[in-house]
């Protein structure tokens, strides 16, 4: 891998790099272009060991031979001052090393799903935080694909993989147009659809894990409002973690965590 470096911050290798302290209009950019960004080096890793294709990496000056030492790959390899991709981007990166790679072509959701035997679904999760902590949740306790409603927030905002540690590439993904149509796709499909819920009447995950269906797809729905009532209707169980006496629900992503865990081990 050779580092080409750039001083001139008008230089059009750079334009896909513009413009990432504003959401709204990178996303805007993003879509346009057909591509996602990547922030630190172990996703960078990940995005390079994934069917992904890069377009590039951009790397702080300071860390360019340790990443060409670290990466070993043949791809466009940008290096630059520190601040020079402060000012190129708007946004100081401790990291040092940011990637653009292409965006897929959206897969559907019978595709994903062949062959898996559990699978998470979210409904309006919209912080990328969480969804990139569902994402390494998912890896971490052998999910196969990872479902999205229509209103659910990009996993492959550069937030979200920071936060899912570049898991959220290797982890399948498809967004549906039919929402909770979906869910009774999914259901003829041979999935037994849980919807994890703070309920009171929902019943507790022990026993569903003592049973646990062969395939199984556990719904999840965004911090604060939970799954609709549209959903919760569209779902074969309604399942809820046990916690203490005055405390109903915990962070999405720590509830995925939680009854992921107790599925993983399930024979």
């Given at each position: ?5 750039i ?15 504003e ?5 805007t ?15 960078v ?24 030492a ?24 401790h ?35 969480n ?17 999205l ?15 899912s ?53 556990l ?32 962070n ?14 399930r024979?």
């Amino acid at each position: 891998m050779a580092v080409e470096r750039i001083a001139d911050l008008d230089d059009p290798r750079l334009e896909d790099y513009r413009h990432l302290r504003e959401p709204s209009r990178r996303m805007t950019v993003e879509r346009s272009r057909g591509i996602f960004t990547l922030e630190g080096a172990l996703s960078v890793e990940a995005l390079l060991a994934s069917p992904y294709v890069t377009r590039s990496v951009l790397v702080a000056e300071e860390h360019a031979d340790k990443m060409v030492a670290r990466l070993g790959a043949e791809v466009a390899l940008f290096a630059m001052p520190s601040s020079a991709m402060t000012d190129l981007t708007g946004v100081h990166f401790h990291r040092g090393v940011l990637a653009v790679a292409e965006r897929p072509e959206p897969r559907s959701l019978a595709e994903v799903v062949r062959g898996a035997r559990t699978v998470v679904v979210l409904e309006g999760v919209n912080d990328h935080e969480n969804i990139g902590a569902i994402f390494r949740n998912a890896a971490a306790f052998g999910v196969d694909a990872v479902i999205l409603d229509p209103t659910t927030a990009d996993p492959l905002y550069r937030r979200a993989t920071r936060v899912s540690l570049g898991h959220v590439l290797r982890v399948p993904f498809a967004r549906v147009e039919r929402w909770p149509d979906a869910l009774g796709e999914l259901r003829e499909l041979g999935f037994t659809t849980l919807a994890l819920t703070p309920s009171r009447d929902a019943d507790p995950l022990g026993a569903v894990v003592a049973g646990p269906p062969a395939r199984l797809a556990l719904v999840l729905g965004a911090e604060g409002p939970g799954l609709t009532t549209s959903a919760l209707a569209s779902v074969d169980r309604r399942v809820r973690i046990p916690m203490a006496e005055g405390v109903d629900s915990v962070n999405v992503a720590t509830a995925a965590a939680i009854a992921l865990s107790a599925i993983f081990g399930r024979s």
